[in-house]
DNA sequence: GACCCGTGGCA
DNA sequence: TTGCCAAGGGT
């Protein structure tokens, strides 16, 4: 074997030149391939900050599929962010229900409040006094920096740690990498248009250089890819396994009032905060059904509880849940719970409900489950 | 650094 | 089916 050979490959760079710099290939690129969407500026536009914020908090871990709808019904509510900071807190999180990652929402409003009070309806224009307002982390604040104010910042998200780690061949793990990764994505921001850098890398990584077998033949950087070169692209970035939570069980409870449902508000901070749902146990690891069914609420002028047949599942990030769900029904004007309230099926759709909760409920009335928006 | 925090799509 | 992944942030 020769030296050459036994050593962690690394091939070397394609000497680039004026003409063919990484920055200026990737930006040719993106002129021809960017993708249009509605919070991004049409090229020769400036873009609105509000747009790129609200854009980006949405995006945080959840696809642009995913997001459009929510994006346009927030906008066409909440035209600037001086509108969203007059809102309640009750309304946005309303609007959120069903994106999931549901601090973000609090965070939004809590942004849009102290934009709107202590900035005067104005984004600060610096990644520093972005960085400081809430639901901002060094990624947004960078995206933000860079694509509403063309700051020379490079955000780094999962698309840009995949592109870079390939591009480079970096053989460090992840999350160590993440300086190295950074260091390295800063060397693709072209000397203008910054923005247009990342977004062109986000495009690239999420169209091109795909998780899964990436389409490296109409890559604009694929002659000048390290991983490509050793045939390797698809095991970068490197990373350690991770564990899988174990399973919780609980119970859940559909008491209904005529048309009427049972319903409570989850506690502010932790999972699920602030949503809304059925009454229920603790979901506990190795709880049997009979302890989750004594934590049951009591109510006067009930039915005998039902319970209905199977079980509502749901996977969380850390933990996969399953919930036995109990019916009964109550007499007409009967009092709920302290803490809890009744609310009309037919209103439920603009309940603050997360999906577990939906499913819940749909399994408790005998409904088919909900047809994915 | 290690955990926690949702949801939907994909192979 | 299970696991991975997606424009991360807060604690």
Redesign the pocket.
């Known amino acids: 074997m020769s030296p050459r050979s036994a050593r962690k490959a690394r091939p070397e760079p394609a000497p680039s030149t004026a003409s063919s710099s990484r920055p200026t290939l990737l930006l040719a690129w993106y002129d021809r391939h960017r ?1 249009r ?1 509605p ?2 500026a049409m090229p020769g536009e400036a873009s609105d900050p509000y747009r790129v914020w609200l ?2 908090i949405m ?8 997001v459009g709808p929510y994006f346009e019904k927030f906008v066409a509510r909440w035209p600037d962010v001086t509108a969203l900071g007059s809102a309640s807190q009750d309304d946005v999180l309303r609007m959120w ?8 929402a609090r ?1 939004l409003y809590a942004c849009a409040v102290a934009v709107t009070r202590d900035h005067g309806g104005v984004f600060p224009d610096t990644e520093e006094g972005l960085r400081a307002l ?8 960078a ?1 933000i920096a860079a694509i509403a104010f063309d700051r020379h910042t490079m955000p780094v ?3 840009i740690e ?1 592109v870079v780690s390939r591009l480079f061949a970096v053989e460090e793990e992840l ?2 990498a ?1 300086p190295l990764i950074q260091q390295l994505a800063t060397t693709l921001l072209a000397n203008a248009r910054a923005g247009d850098s990342a ?1 062109a890398l ?2 690239l ?2 169209s091109i250089c795909t ?2 077998k990436p389409a490296c033949s109409l890559c604009p950087l694929t002659e000048d890819c390290a991983a490509r070169a050793q045939g390797t692209q698809e095991t970068f970035p490197r ?1 350690a ?2 564990k ?2 174990t399973l919780r069980r609980g119970a859940a409870f559909v008491v209904t009032r005529g048309d009427e449902l049972l319903v409570r508000s989850r506690p502010e901070k ?4 602030g949503m809304t749902e059925v009454p229920g146990s603790d979901w506990l690891a190795g709880q049997d059904d009979d302890e989750a069914k004594r934590q049951a609420p009591a109510l006067k002028g009930l039915s005998r509880w039902q319970r209905r047949v199977g079980v509502v599942t ?6 996969p849940l399953e919930l036995v769900v109990y019916t009964a029904k109550a007499e007409a004007r009967t009092r709920a719970p302290a803490g809890m309230r009744w609310v009309p099926i037919a209103t439920l759709a603009g309940e603050a409900l ?3 909760m939906r499913k819940v409920i749909a399994h408790g009335l005998g409904l088919p489950p909900a047809a ?2």
Request: without cysteine.
């Open positions: 993708r969407l919070w991004r854009s980006e995006l945080q871990q959840t696809t642009v599929k995913a229900a069903g994106l999931g990652y549901y601090s973000r965070n809430p639901g901002i982390g060094p990624y947004t604040a995206a998200d999962g698309n995949r999350p160590q993440k977004q986000m495009d990584g999420s998780p899964k990373k396994p991770k899988s939570g932790g999972l699920l905060g749901h996977v969380f990030t850390h933990f997360p999906n577990v994915s928006s």
